[in-house]
């Protein structure tokens, strides 16, 4: 396959017996490799699930959810005219309730900065549990994404979930100024963690203040579950983090 974001390629399990499999463009036309719109099919036929297969342009890492209905994304990605031309809001929230269930969406605006994906959500902002969403907050003076922190975090502080609760948003450290290969203002994120049955993976760009905090941060609002934190700054090289890479698979 030509790319190693999973995430993206993969299918999305809707269930132990059936997944959703959207289509896949790569990101917009920008790396149209060979093979990486295969990848849902071979997954879903190695796990012997029925893809359920969706006529609609859309990755993985555009979406969070709380699992029980309520989907957190970006308008910058899931209304680029470079995946579906034409999407409204009100378009957008057919699909994915008919082809994920989604009982409410909601809409936050841009994403971090040189991110090739046109702002995927799983880089700002993730729900740690119904209600619940973890943000980060702008660390440094140098850090890029700061105010696109900032507005994201007030948008959800006024939000409410499908089941009417209003969101508890935790903010942790963000990453701040990461340069990667010379280039500064790299797309780094604490966001882009994977949540496993007892732990949680976090990406981290050193082993500075920002790095302790974040896990900190995590700590709290995953209670339960050990934070191991990993340096992250080879998959930044190519773009995204641990969870661009995984795509959770019911057992």
């Not at 036929?45 to 359920?52: E, K």
């Not at 890029?144 to 948003?169: F, I, K, Q």
């Not at 905090?213 to 190519?238: C, D």
């Amino acid at each position: 396959f030509g790319d190693v974001w999973l995430r993206d390629t993969g299918p999305i399990f809707l269930g132990p017996d059936a997944a959703a499999g959207f289509r896949f463009n790569g990101w917009g036309g920008k790396y149209d490799l060979p093979h990486d719109d295969e990848v849902a099919d071979q997954v879903a036929a190695a796990a012997g699930v029925d893809l359920l297969r969706s006529e609609a342009i859309l990755e993985g890492g555009a979406l969070d959810h709380d699992g029980e209905g309520t989907i957190l994304t970006t308008r910058q990605c899931l209304l680029n005219p470079n995946r579906n031309p034409g999407w409204t809001e009100a378009a957008a929230e057919a699909v994915l309730a008919r082809d994920l269930g989604a009982r409410k969406v909601l809409w936050l605006g841009a994403g971090l900065q040189n991110d090739h994906t046109d702002g995927h959500v799983d880089n700002l902002a993730r729900f740690a549990a119904p209600g619940v969403v973890v943000c980060p907050v702008g660390f440094g003076a140098g850090d890029p994404n700061g105010e696109v922190y900032d507005a994201a975090a007030r948008a959800l502080s006024g939000m409410t979930d499908a089941a009417g609760r209003s969101l508890r948003v935790i903010r942790i450290p963000s990453p701040g100024w990461i340069e990667v290969d010379g280039v500064g203002g790299a797309p780094a994120s604490h966001m882009n963690f994977i949540i496993a049955n007892r732990a949680i993976l976090l990406p981290v760009y050193g082993e500075g203040l920002a790095a302790r905090l974040a896990a900190q941060g995590l700590a709290e609002a995953f209670p339960g579950r050990e934070v191991i934190a990993l340096p992250s700054n080879a998959l930044l090289s190519g773009g995204g983090s641990f969870h661009c890479i995984s795509q959770q698979e019911p057992a």
